[in-house]
């Protein structure tokens, strides 16, 4: 029997015939992000008005608090963390998804205006249609004509480079306007929420709009794991892919719809929070072996992110309610002023 | 002058007078062109009628001339840019001089109680001048080579400018409703006494840029050979730097960040005429006032009884020209002087 080949930095699993290679680094990463993002929460939670320390936090949500923790941790705190988490992962998987798609760094749904078609379906039905419920499900239908209208202009972006992204941001610019023309006809009264909703805002959402898109969002999961592999040798180019033997324009295209319902998920429930989709994979690709496209370590920054910045803004803010968009504009555009400059010596 | 530039400016002339009537004519209250035709030369009939005066000197006078004076400046401050930073696609609101100003302007008004027309103008200055030396450090850093690219840097700009000022203004309860308009690019509550104020700056930002236009010029063959003809550029540089931000400060303390016209005028205006930049100063200047004017009374008259902030109409309308250019590459044959 011949020797079997270790490679270095991978536990193997074998069954039978059949050995499967876990990257001992990534999953070590994933395990201490996803501590993190526990701790965070636990924090999270028990940051705000009121008694509430960290111990009665998790006294709490074992199910031993008293009737007003409880209260205050399921009815008051819990939904928004869940919220920031859940939007967090959508939009760290959305942007890992399209940046390894499109090879750009730059290139994620809330700088080419997937995120900004999404919540503009959202605000269009919210205006128009009294309809109770928040409509969250109208999301995915503006980000896929985003989308359309974007990959309509570009057809080629993994060649385009900057382009891309100029155009993205010019339709983003063209869609954020049309959302405006909308909301002005209305007195702030009416608008109040949605506006503030627009900038990416978690106060004051309910189970009612998170639970339907989490479910959604692990439905998904397993195609996201199934094109996973694909998409990581699709960064080796075109041909090479297809030599190694992937169906190139049809694994393309199921990757783009797979994004763009994603991202329009991660829209849906607190607006479009921008740059966390292009902060995230980054984090990730640092942290991660870079073998193949980090999208569920990417997920878990997103969501350490999203989670960090609304935490951050609602004990810096107390007490006035700040939109979480507005920190990670300030956050994000640091971060994307620095990648640029450290990339000038590259034409576009 | 070619016989096209000609053309092109005894027809913009002619739109313009058009314009301005259109302007005066249209908007809340019932009067029309006769009635404030009649007032304005002093027909004694309606110069009895006080509602009439009213409409006119409060507001369409006023914002009719403020659209002249923002278009104008910001369309001359964009070729300003344009030229300093040898790119096509430069302007104050796509590089987010114009959320500097609106920084400068949100801490003079929190943290100084800012209340005049001049407190306005200087706080604005402050922003657009911090800006403006941001955009020209990276436009410097970045090359020539890389147009796509600083506007990429303007997104991050505006960002990070505008995420501050809104995280200032909404943690101090500042009146929401009436910064969310301005902040939109409005005309609509433009006044006489703080034209009075701003327009003869704009002027004086229009005089500076006139001087700098022949060593500009030179200055487009690159700096060394400019240095060689006897142009000390850094003066230049800073002559620019000076003008650009005077003259964006006059547009954003009287109506707010209006992104789009200074691009859409300053690059039909270098289409029309490539490398003479005091003639690319005057074509921005008339297409500048023309599509702000344009815009303006076009937002007026779209959604009657409502109205549309300005800046939003003309980012429906720029964001799409912005597409085309870019796809279609035009810019790059104006990155040199030909």
Known sequence: ?348 | MPALQKATFVAGGGLLLVLLALSLATGAGVYGAESVLGYLLGAPEYVADDKLAMVVDTLRLPRTFAALVVGASLAIAASLLQSATRNPLAEPGLLGVNAGAVLGLVIGLIYFGVESTQGYLLWSALGALLGNLVVLGIGLMLGQASPLKLILAGVALGAIFGGLANYLLLSTRVALEQFRFWNLGSLSASRLDALATVAPLAVLGLILAALLCRQLTLMQMGDSQARALGIHTSWVRLGVLAASTLLTACAISLAGPVGFVGFLAAYCARLLEPVALLRQLLFSTLFGMLFLLAADVLARWLLQPYELPVGTLLAALGAPALIVIVLRGGFRSLLTVR
């Open chain 1, 1 to 348: 029997m011949p020797p079997i080949a270790n490679p270095s930095g991978v536990w193997t699993l074998r069954i039978g015939g059949l050995s499967l290679l876990l990257h001992r680094r990534n999953w070590l990463m994933f395990g201490l992000l996803a501590l993190l993002l526990a701790g965070l929460a636990v924090l999270a939670i028990s940051l705000g008005s009121g008694n509430l320390g960290v111990r009665d936090v998790i006294a709490t949500l074992a199910g031993r608090g008293s009737k007003l923790q409880e209260i205050m941790v399921f009815k008051l705190r819990l939904p928004r963390v869940a919220a920031a988490i859940v939007a967090g992962l959508a939009m760290g998987m959305a942007g890992c998804l399209i940046q390894t798609l499109v090879r750009n760094r730059l290139a994620t749904p809330d700088m080419i205006g997937v995120n900004e078609g999404a919540s503009l379906a959202v605000v269009a039905f919210a205006l128009y249609l009294t309809l109770g419920n928040w409509p969250w499900w109208a999301s995915p239908l503006g980000a896929l004509l985003a989308a359309a209208a974007l990959f309509a202009l570009c057809r080629r972006p993994g060649e385009q480079g900057y382009l891309f992204i100029v155009i993205g941001i010019a339709l983003s610019e063209l869609l954020g306007a049309i959302g405006d023309f909308a909301m002005s006809t209305q007195p702030l009264v009416h608008l109040g929420s949605i506006y503030l909703w627009t900038m990416g805002h978690f106060a004051g959402i309910s189970y009612q709009t998170v639970n339907p898109i989490a479910v959604l969002l692990a439905l998904l999961c397993p195609l996201l794991a199934l094109v996973n592999r694909p998409l990581a040798l699709l960064r080796f180019g075109d041909s090479t892919a297809q030599n190694l033997g992937i169906r190139v324009p049809a694994i393309q295209l199921g990757v783009l719809a797979l994004a763009i319902l994603v991202a329009a998920l991660g829209t849906a429930i607190g607006g479009p929070v921008v740059f966390i989709a292009m902060a995230a994979p980054i984090l990730a690709s640092w942290l991660a072996r870079d073998n193949l496209a980090p999208i569920w370590l990417s997920a878990l920054c997103g969501a350490v992110l999203l989670l960090g910045s609304d935490t951050l803004v609602r004990v810096l803010a107390q007490p006035e309610e700040i939109p979480t968009g507005i920190m990670t504009r300030l956050l994000g555009g640091i971060l994307l002023l620095g990648l640029l400059i450290k990339d000038r010596r590259g034409a576009d």
